[in-house]
């Protein structure tokens, strides 16, 4: 039995034969239009022609899953990404910091991009972006890097400590007093303290 047309499957069929086709570079740029927030998602897409729903599968595929960094490809990142975040490194702009931050790893491969936000890491980034925002969940985060990278060093003491001894105790002692300012809950107080005064001790002995 043939189907009936109707005026209505008439002109699902004239959508579907016109829809336009988006190439990466095309997503890329109206995703990161997006998450600028300088205009609402339902502004954007109506601008751009889509469906507010085709936006947020494209954004979870380019920015929030957690593979990223490994799946965009190298020149769509270095020629259309980059140049937007850089940008708002240079304004210190949270937003660029964020996902500089986020997707450090195509970064790391480039000496000329590396150059271009002064050769920071990912963690020096992510400070950068919590003293503008003062945001919970990087504080835990940050928190919970440098305390790992505290118990790392103490777990291998005093192997941890390398090179010109007295500075590295300095820099020891710098994570410490960086932790305590993230430290909202007081929840390493006490640890914190202890491992205070092991540092302090061996920068008495060997002074």
């Known amino acids: 039995m043939e189907r009936k047309t109707t005026p209505e499957s008439v002109v699902r069929e004239i959508r579907r034969k016109t829809r336009r086709k988006y190439s990466a570079e095309e997503k ?10 300088e205009e609402s998602i339902n ?16 954004s979870k595929e380019f920015l929030e899953n957690t593979e990223y960094g490994h799946k965009i ?9 980059f140049p937007v975040l850089r940008n708002g490194y240079d304004n210190n702009d949270p937003w660029s910091l964020y ?30 972006y919590y003293k503008l925002t003062k945001s919970d ?11 790992s990278s505290i118990g790392y060093t103490m777990h ?24 305590r300012t993230l430290d909202l809950g007081n929840k390493y107080t006490e640890s914190l303290r202890e491992t205070e005064k092991i540092v302090y001790s061996e920068k008495k002995r060997l002074a």
């Open 28 to 37: 890329i740029r109206i995703v990161l239009e997006g998450l600028r927030g």
């Open 73 to 81: 490809r190298h020149e769509l990142y270095e020629n259309i990404i």
């Open 156 to 179: 291998e003491w005093p192997i941890g400590i390398v090179m010109d001894h007295l500075e590295s105790l300095d820099e020891l002692l710098n994570k410490i007093e960086y932790a």
């Open 99 to 128: 996902w500089l931050a986020k997707t450090i790893r195509n970064v790391y491969g480039s000496e000329r991009m590396m150059s271009l936000i002064d050769n920071k890491s990912d963690f020096a980034l992510m400070k950068e």
């Open 137 to 147: 969940e990087i504080c835990l985060e940050l928190l919970s890097r440098t305390m």
């Open 43 to 58: 502004a954007l897409c109506r601008r751009e022609g889509i469906n507010p729903n085709l936006y947020y599968r494209w």
